[in-house]
């Protein structure tokens, strides 16, 4: 699977936008980014997926890099609930490959 | 609609003791996943199952084995414990007929295992 990196950690502000970003430099055609985060003491949540396209959803936005070796989460206005880690994943989901590869993650801090 | 369960929520084992662990995937979901995540890491795929087979493994030993029920549910075993598998155990339930067009995984809480 091809890796990705992300800086160790992030603070933010409530109320504030945070962009998390994610380098995946030797990205294939065929992998979708993904992103999942991790509350404390619970288990890995969906975040949002995308392709080629930025995309939008209730929670987040992923904005991807016209080469695609790279993108960026975006929390249009952060609540202290969204204190989390985020993982940055490529997932080729050609023939059976779909699992999920994990890196350390960022950790986003919420300052009130 | 209930999400993706485990049980035990903990558990404590000795070296060399065996442990299963059970999962019981979100309503409607037909495959499950498991991960191992030791503390302060990300979690690490052990394995997949689908349709009572596991179909993906990752780089675990095969001390680590499973198995899936027809009703699509899930157990973890792991024999001879060593102190290195104390982490705690996710669960993730998904449809296999989305595989191609990136489907979401449903994690579980996990089971926080801690080996003496």
């Known amino acids: 699977d091809a890796k990705t990196t992300q800086p160790n950690s992030m603070e933010s502000n409530e109320e504030e936008p945070v962009h998390l970003p994610c380098n995946h430099s030797t990205i294939s055609g065929t992998d979708y980014i993904h992103w999942y985060r991790q509350l404390p003491s619970q288990g890995p949540e969906y975040v949002i997926h995308g392709l080629t396209s930025n995309v939008n959803n209730r929670m987040a936005s992923l904005a991807i890099a016209e080469d695609r070796k790279s993108s960026t989460l975006i929390l249009h206005r952060a609540t202290l609930r969204d204190a989390a880690v985020y993982y940055c994943i490529l997932r080729d989901l050609t023939g059976a490959n779909s699992k999920l590869t994990f890196g350390k993650g960022i950790t986003l801090s919420v300052r009130p | 609609d209930a999400g993706v369960t485990q049980s035990p929520t903990h558990l404590i084992k000795t070296r060399g003791q065996q442990v299963t662990l059970r999962c019981s995937p979100k309503?409607?979901?037909?495959?499950v996943s498991w991960y191992q995540q030791a503390l302060g890491q990300g979690p690490q795929f052990i394995f997949q199952y689908y349709e009572e087979e596991e179909r993906q493994r990752g780089n675990f030993p095969d001390r680590f084995s499973g198995h899936q029920f027809p009703n699509y549910s899930s157990e973890l075993n792991v024999n001879a414990l060593l102190l290195g598998d104390s982490a705690l155990y996710l669960c993730?339930?998904?449809?296999?007929?989305?595989?191609?067009?990136?489907?979401?995984?449903?994690f579980g809480p996990g089971t926080r295992l801690l080996v003496l």
């Open positions: 993730a339930s998904s449809l296999a007929f989305e595989t191609s067009v990136g489907e979401t995984q449903y």
């Open positions: 309503s409607g979901h037909d495959t």
